[in-house]
């Protein structure tokens, strides 16, 4: 469930259960200087204030809700400012009774590179808990859990919730249909090379209404969660936001939609169709 709840919502969060993970050959090739940690996206798809909250749907009914916010702090790391991310999923209404979800990501980014330095997970799914801490040295290519283990990682890797801001970053302007996108997760402790592909654009209506939006597929694979390989789509904004506005899967028992129902905070104006 927690995988539903929030990897939906950012485009290659379905796909880190079903990716190979990157070999420690591959990690050392791609070790690179400290520059490279400290780069400057100048990104302008969101802001500390930026509040989106999600619904997630079975059927016609409306069973999780996922809220990820954007805030400001006084830490540094290395001069650097950083900002916390947060995602929060749980299950609602009569869903609680027999499965309960209360999941927190949250993630301490560099406001320029959109790196994290730091990241913490608390599952608790129906009494199932994973307690999780890595802190990224992101100008070292590695990452230390919270038993003390190190780890080496590819240059500007993410965690599992600064994955979905960072994604917002790219550059998708240009792309063309069958254009794949990867970025490197670090999660329970091992690299995941997660990959999204470009589908095109399209005008969608949800329950807030119609928006011109990019289609993406994250690369999963077939059998294990998902019906086929392009099972789950995901719709991203046409805008200077570059949200995920609506997520839709085709797994052995049924659908599964999410939606985002609220927002606050964006830096630009949605992508509406009148």
Known sequence: MQKLILALTA????????????????????????????????????KPGEKLVYRMTYGVWDAGE???????????VKGRQLWRVRGVGKTISA???????????????DKKSIVPW???????????KINQDY??????????????????????????ISAFYYARTLDFSNAKKGDVFEVPIFLDDEIFDTKIK??????????????????FS??????????????????????????????KAKIQVGTIKMHLVKWEGLANPMSYVK
């Open 11 to 46: 485009l290659s969060f379905a796909a880190i259960a079903n990716a190979d993970p990157i070999t420690d050959e591959t990690v050392e090739t791609e070790i690179v200087e400290d520059g490279d940690a400290f780069r400057d996206l100048k990104q302008k798809a969101f």
């Open 66 to 76: 996922a809220t990820l916010q954007v805030l400001p702090t006084k830490r540094t």
């Open 95 to 109: 869903f609680e009774w027999f499965y309960k979800v209360n999941d927190v990501y949250e993630s301490y980014v």
């Open 118 to 128: 730091v990241f913490k997970r608390r599952v608790d799914e129906g009494g199932f």
């Open 135 to 160: 802190t990224f040295f992101q100008h070292k290519n590695k990452v230390k859990n919270q038993k003390g283990k190190e780890f080496a990682v590819p240059s500007k890797v993410q965690d599992m």
């Open 198 to 215: 470009y589908l095109g654009k399209e005008v969608i209506k949800t329950r807030k209404g119609k928006f011109r939006c990019h289609k």
């Open 218 to 247: 994250p690369l999963v694979e077939q059998g294990r969660v998902f019906k086929s390989d392009d099972a789950l789509v995901a719709y991203i904004t046409d805008d200077g936001n570059k949200i995920p506005i609506m997520a």
